[in-house]
């Protein structure tokens, strides 16, 4: 009877295990079903005149005064980086997948020094294989007490690269950038906010003289993942309140993804008040959600939010 409740206790433990690591699974699952390999490029569109092509592959749009929104509309997932330049420096938020290399396109539109930040570290938002002349990540304690000095490797579960071949980069940290910092390029400064929701080291740049937020994957229109490992539904409602404090009711939003042409991904503070709005709703379950694994729960007309069933959710 002892080795009964022995074996019954392991296989608990096992369950235990596997349930708390559901997210990864699903993602080493998906991994090793796929091509391992990039989607085949899309085809060549029209950008109509908010765009201009780069070549064939990058688009290049200035949303605002030495403001460049690089695209790779090719890309399956549609990817933009944002180039903000200053009087002394430029700062490229993320940098897509690398399948082609964005430094070069940012070198062509400025001849101030580059600093290379990533939103988060997904695989389609760090280049990958690109190296930078100068990087900089915001300064997370977890982050800081893994990095071997100023040296990161990128974890299996955050970067999810295996999933297009991809493998998980090491950088040289030139800038540990701390919640709240104000990035000065010269005449122009961003302030650094800590965005969680989709990842738990997402962040986003506010540019409060041009009224000009760019989000990352934290907000962009189509549907929002928060299913996948480092992603917590807590987590995008406390993020969502904390933005909706501390944003004026003007705000664009530029965001890494869109879900369709022409053009950078834009979204208002409406568009953020509405997604306070679900979420509270998801959590409290007047919001119905469609679907399995993951539901597709409604925003607006613009967004959705991919989460877990609600019993399966986190908020705490």
Do not use: C
Not at 252 to 277: I, M, V
């Amino acid at each position: 009877m002892r080795y009964r409740w022995i074996v019954l206790v392991l296989l608990i433990s096992l369950f235990a295990l596997v349930f708390a690591e559901r997210r990864v699974l699903l993602v080493n699952w998906l991994a090793a079903t796929g091509s391992g390999e990039p989607p085949p490029l899309l085809a060549k569109g029209d950008e109509g005149p908010v765009a201009r092509w780069h070549d064939d592959y990058f688009t290049i749009q200035e949303v605002a005064p030495r403001t460049f929104a690089i695209g790779e509309p090719r890309y399956a997932q549609q990817n933009f980086s944002y180039l903000i330049v200053g009087d002394s420096r430029a700062l490229l938020f993320d940098a897509g997948p690398g399948i082609r290399n964005i430094r070069r396109v940012a070198e062509s539109l400025t001849e101030k020094p580059i600093v290379f930040l990533p939103s988060h570290f997904h695989y389609d938002h760090v280049g990958n294989s690109i190296s930078f002349k100068e990087v900089a990540v915001v300064d997370l304690p977890y982050l800081r007490a893994r990095a071997e000095g100023n040296r990161l490797t990128l974890g299996r579960s955050e970067h999810l690269g295996a999933l297009e071949g991809f493998t998980a980069p090491t950088w040289e940290i030139d800038h540990w950038l701390p919640v709240g910092a104000s990035i000065d390029l010269g005449h122009r400064s961003l302030m650094l906010l800590h965005t969680p929701g989709h990842t738990y080291d997402s962040v986003s740049l506010w540019d409060e003289e041009n009224g000009l937020v760019f989000s990352g994957d934290y907000l962009y229109p189509g549907e929002l993942y928060a299913f996948l490992p480092n992603s917590r539904m807590g987590d995008y409602l406390a993020t969502s309140e904390s933005l909706l404090s501390l944003l004026p009711d003007n705000v664009t939003f530029f965001g890494a993804h869109r879900a369709e042409p022409p053009g950078a991904p834009t979204l208002t503070s409406a568009d953020l008040d509405d997604l306070n709005k679900s979420l509270n709703g998801i959590k409290d379950g007047s919001v119905k959600g469609e679907g399995s694994y993951p539901r597709l729960f409604p925003v607006n007309d613009r967004l959705a939010i991919l989460a877990e069933p609600r019993w399966l959710q986190d908020w705490d």
